[in-house]
Structures are given as C-alpha cells and as structure tokens.
C-alpha cells in the first residue's frame, strides 16, 4: 500500500477463549473529502479496492487501494445497502430507492460492469423486491416471491438465496420459495447471508442476537450480539458489537466468532468500528466508524 494509507497503531483485543485470527495490521484509508466516502459498502474480492458511500447509503464510490484513484459509479438512494461484487470483482449489483407516484418507497436493482462503465436495469422499480445476490456469476434477485436472473441462458440456481419480505427471511432453493423463520414468525429478522458452502444461513432476530443454522432450520447456533455479520468462511463469521445509550452508539468493536463458540475481539477502544465489510480471499476486513474514517483489518488464519 502506497500513501493513501498508513498504518496506524491500534490495541487489538483478543479474548481469553483463543486467538482466531492472526492480525498483522490495522491500516487507515486515506479517502477523498466527500460525504460520499463515508462508509464502506463493500470491499472486492481480491481485496484490491473498496466500494465507499454516504453514511445515509447514498451512492457508491470506487476507491483503488493500491493508487488512491476514485470515481463515482452511482448517485443512487440506497445504493450503499447490501451491495454486492461479483466473484471476478467485474460486476457491482446494487438497489436504487425511488418514490413512487403514490409516495411510497420503491426498490430497484441495477448492475454496473467495471470493465465497460455499462449500467443494467435488472429489476424495476418495485414494492416486491425481497433480496439479491450474484452467486456462482449469476446476479439473481427475489421479487414476489421468485427469483428473476441476469443470464440469458434459464439456469436453475442451485445455489440457495436468502432474503428478506416485512423482516421474515425467505429462503429460495432451485426456484421455489419458502418462509423461514426457525426462531419464530413473532420475531423479526435482518441481515440475512448464505455461507460459502451454501450449507448454512446466518441471521439476527431482534431482540435475541446472532444465530445461524442449516438451510433446513436444523443445527441451529445462537452466536449473540453480533450485528451486521459477514460470513468469513463455511465456520467463522465476522460483525460488530456495539453499545448505545438509548440513542446513538456509544462503543462498537468487530468480532470474529466461531460457530463452535471460539471469539476474538479484532478492534481496540480507540476506535468505534463498524459494519465490517469481508474480502476473506484476501485476509481483509474492511469497516467504518462514526467519524466517518475507513480502516481495514489484514490478517492470516
């Protein structure tokens, strides 16, 4: 890494029960002046630039890692949520909220190719969106309850989807959707994601933490509070712990636990991380604070 980011020293936390991860760094992005550089949407898989936006998900912003360059890909509403890249780090999916005539939010989902600066319109603007993903090349989205593709050529995705319609999880496996709520249809659910392996689910129920299970509800693990989780692999998943005052956050930390119980605390007091973003390929772990900074984690395992 050039200039545009330095090194800085940070108190990396590690509990009694094992060191999961062996972090060798915690760096400081330099980022252009702008609201639109933020917040981190998400971080390529090669780890080799960022994807920034507003700490109001407005927009997205390129960020070369290793060059500091930057251009904006999009102004929209909402881009910045649940943005996703594809495997190659080629193609970007991302929503695009709008008003509709009667006033009511909408949901879009657009794609931008890197390579060409081409933007698609991949689904129309919609009450009925529920989720999307780009798995195996394929960028896929939920709406009405069915999954709509990109490819021209009718694959069936085998890959499981999960998403999410009123705070209920949605599962959809080849083509067929379902309901799945394995703590409850009385509980609400958010941040949803399918591990590598497309083995399991991860998810947080209001009120009651961090939890995944197998894609039938079986084997299911309570993980705690742990907000925002990212898978890291098929065992480990990363998110934040944070506390607030009623109001606003007053701590928050990136976790990293183990299914099996195992947890390291990746971030010290000096910072208030957040909303870590995962290049696992690349030993990164990229995440913001309130003030608005960039940082990522390099590590090994």
């Given amino acids: 890494m050039r200039n545009n980011i330095f090194l800085i020293c940070l108190f990396i936390a590690v509990t009694a029960q094992a060191q999961m991860l062996n972090v060798q760094s915690i760096d400081k992005v330099t980022t252009p002046s702008t609201e639109m550089a933020k917040q981190v949407a998400a971080i390529s898989p090669k780890g080799d630039y960022l994807l920034l936006c507003s700490q109001s998900q407005e927009g997205l912003m390129k960020l070369d890692l290793a060059t500091g360059e930057n251009f904006v890909l999009t102004t929209a ?3 910045g949520f649940n943005t996703k890249i594809g495997n190659d780090g080629r193609d970007v999916v991302f929503q695009e909220v709008t008003i509709g005539q009667d006033r009511l939010l909408m949901r879009g989902v657009k794609t931008i190719d890197l390579r060409t600066s081409k933007v698609r319109s991949i689904i129309a603007p919609t009450r009925e969106l529920h ?5 195996d090349g394929i960028i896929t989205a939920v709406v009405e309850n069915k999954v709509k593709t990109l490819d021209i050529d009718p694959r069936v995705i085998s890959r499981p989807v999960v998403s999410n319609c009123n705070l209920k999880l949605m599962l959809t ?3 067929e959707t379902q309901y799945f709520t394995p703590n409850g249809d009385q509980f609400n659910y958010i ?16 009120e009651l933490g961090c939890f995944t299970c197998n894609i039938d509800g079986s084997d299911m693990v309570k993980l705690g509070e742990l907000r925002a989780p990212q898978w890291l692999d098929d065992t480990t998943v990363v998110g934040m712990r944070d506390l607030d005052d009623g109001i606003t956050i007053t701590s928050s930390s990136i976790v990293a636990k183990n299914i099996d119980g195992t947890e390291q605390i990746l971030t010290g007091d000096d910072v208030t ?3 870590p973003q995962v290049a696992s390929k690349a030993g990164k772990i990229a995440f913001s604070t309130l003030q ?7 590590y090994t395992k």
């Fill in 131 to 135: 989720g999307f993903d780009i798995p």
């Fill in 173 to 175: 496996i080849n083509g």
């Fill in 292 to 298: 608005g900074d960039i940082y990522i984690i390099n």
């Fill in 273 to 275: 991380a957040i909303f």
């Fill in 191 to 206: 941040w949803p994601s399918i591990s590598p392996n497309g083995t399991r689910v991860l998810y947080y129920v209001s």
């Fill in 77 to 79: 509403r909402g881009a």
